[in-house]
């Protein structure tokens, strides 16, 4: 099913993310998880790229996996780093084949002096270009920074171009992780302003390691709010009071996001489910 289509009805779209393993001994850990969240009976999954395209043929295989034999509606990542429009098109001719229907199309990481080839795409709205009139029937999904992009010198110049992704042909909006729901809805009422109608959904990653989300928000420019910060140094070396904090704060967030309009979540999972099941019944109810 497209993902566009799942928006509209009262039902929250709620979604999971998972990323290819790096080992072959992965697997079975991360299918563990991915039944126990399909419990909890998702709109959909999203499976990531490595960077610079280093997981593409790992991504596709999973995606495919997933929909076929989890019988979940599943996204694959592409990113233009690292990837040609020969192999961006094989790819998702491959994935076509197989009966995926949904892409989320972004413009990846860079390495450092990276430069693009005469073949290969630099933004997001460059790939949602060369796709759209090639599969008119694929949805495509693209990302959005309630708090600008790490690398948009202006709040304006981030609008603008996740404009772009839209008028390209970006169907539906995926926010990176965020902590403070401010900057949501912030974003969001700009959006409106200047003419995105897509739907918005908010990215939300359960705090499991300080160390870990430290790391990621420094990599992404997201902030951690003062009070969530105090409340996670307050844990000390504690995980378990880690992870209670974590999930108290993603439950608020959750409940207000939604009850503030948002069309849906999307969970940041890591490849683990405790987390994000504990958060999912809190917001949502015990599923069966």
């Not at 928006?7 to 001994?25: D, I, L, N």
């Not at 997981?55 to 690292?82: P, S, Y």
């Not at 990176?176 to 809805?185: E, I, S």
């Not at 999972?269 to 099941?277: D, F, G, K, M, V």
Request: proline residues 7%; charged residues 25%.
């Amino acid at each position: 099913m497209r993902i566009v289509e799942m928006f509209g009805s009262s039902r929250p779209v709620v979604s999971f993310e998972f990323f290819p393993p790096k080992t072959a001994k992965g697997y079975p850990a991360l299918f563990r998880t991915i039944e126990d969240l399909k419990r909890l009976e998702p709109s959909f999954v999203s499976v990531t790229w490595g960077a610079g395209g280093s997981t593409r043929r790992k991504t596709t295989e999973l995606v495919v996996q997933i929909q076929q034999e989890a019988d979940i509606t599943a996204m694959a990542h592409m990113t233009c780093v690292g990837s040609g429009r020969d192999e961006i098109a094989d790819t998702i001719d491959s994935l076509a084949d197989a009966g995926i229907e949904n892409l989320l199309a972004l413009g990846g990481d860079r390495p450092e002096g990276w430069q693009p080839g005469a073949q290969d795409f630099s933004y997001a709205n460059e790939l949602i270009e060369f796709a759209r009139p090639r599969w008119p029937d694929l949805c495509i999904a693209a990302a959005a920074y309630p708090e600008g992009h790490p690398q948009s010198p202006s709040p304006e110049q981030d609008l603008a171009m996740t404009y772009r992704k839209v008028e390209a042909g970006a169907e539906v909006l995926i926010t990176q992780l965020f902590f403070d729901n401010a900057d949501y809805f912030e974003f969001v009422r700009r959006a409106r302003a200047a003419g995105i109608d897509t739907p918005i959904v908010p990215g939300i990653m359960p705090v499991v390691s300080v160390a870990n989300i430290r790391r990621m928000t420094a990599l992404c420019g997201a902030k951690i709010p003062s009070e969530l910060g105090s409340a996670l140094d307050a844990c000390g070396e504690d995980p378990e009071r880690t992870l209670e904090v974590g999930i108290e704060w993603a439950v608020a967030q959750c409940r207000e996001l939604l009850e503030g309009g948002a069309p849906g979540l999307h969970f940041y999972t890591l490849n683990r489910s405790p987390a994000t099941r504990r958060i999912h019944e809190r917001v949502f109810g015990a599923t069966a």
